[in-house]
């Protein structure tokens, strides 16, 4: 699987746009892009995921950049709950080494209020 | 649905005792992870599995052991607990390609 790049940390005012990066220079054609994240200690939650075209769901836009080679969680109006670790993986699908999947350090997001 | 349960919550050990953590899942999914968190550290991968009988190491197996006779079970074993193995182990488990993972709200262990 690719490997990622996150900054450590990153604070966002409560209510506004929270914008995680991620770079994944060495994706491959085939590999999706996850988010997860961690909130405490509690197990990591996942958010969501996509392979090229930008995706949004009810908690979170991804933005996939046209070269995929780094990619931006949205989270439009955060708050204080969504202080957590955020994790960008990348993989494709379950066959050899791909069938390993690793988490990096992530990003700690704290909200501000 | 359940989900993934793990048990126990907490445990706390003494260097050379062993144990077995468990994991289960109701979800019928194929593929099960289980990975250990130091603190302030991310998920390090420890066993997986693809699918009863079919077990695998990952980044960190060295002081554990898997199996994984049924869909729904994989339980971890610590033969004998060194306190290097102190953390917050956490199970996983995913249908396969595009679907994300299920994770179980994790066993913090103490070794002392």
Known sequence: ??????????????????NLPCNHSTISGNEYVYWYRQIHSQGPQ???????????????SLIITEDRKSSTLILPHATLRDTAVYYCIVRVGFSGSARQLTFGSGTQLTVLP | NA????TPKFRILK??????????QDMNHNYMYWYRQDPGMGLKLIYYSV???????G??????????????????????????????????????????????NGTRLTVT
Do not use: W
Request: proline fraction near 5%; charge should be negative; aromatic fraction near 6%.
């Open chain 2, 59 to 104: 980044e960190v197996p060295n002081g554990y052991n898997v199996s994984r006779s049924t869909t729904e079970d994989f339980p971890l074993r610590l033969e004998l607990a060194a306190p290097s193995q102190t953390s917050v182990y956490f199970c996983a488990s995913t249908s396969g390609t595009n679907s994300p993972l299920h994770f179980g």
């Open chain 2, 3 to 6: 989900g993934v349960t793990q």
């Open chain 1, 46 to 60: 996942y958010i969501i995921h996509g392979l090229k075209n930008n995706e949004t769901n009810e908690m979170a």
């Open chain 1, 1 to 18: 699987d690719a490997k990622t790049t996150q900054p450590t940390s990153m604070d966002c005012a409560e209510g506004r746009a929270a």
């Open chain 2, 15 to 24: 260097i050379g005792q062993s144990m077995t953590l468990q994991c289960t």
């Open chain 2, 51 to 57: 699918g009863a009988g079919i077990t695998d190491k």
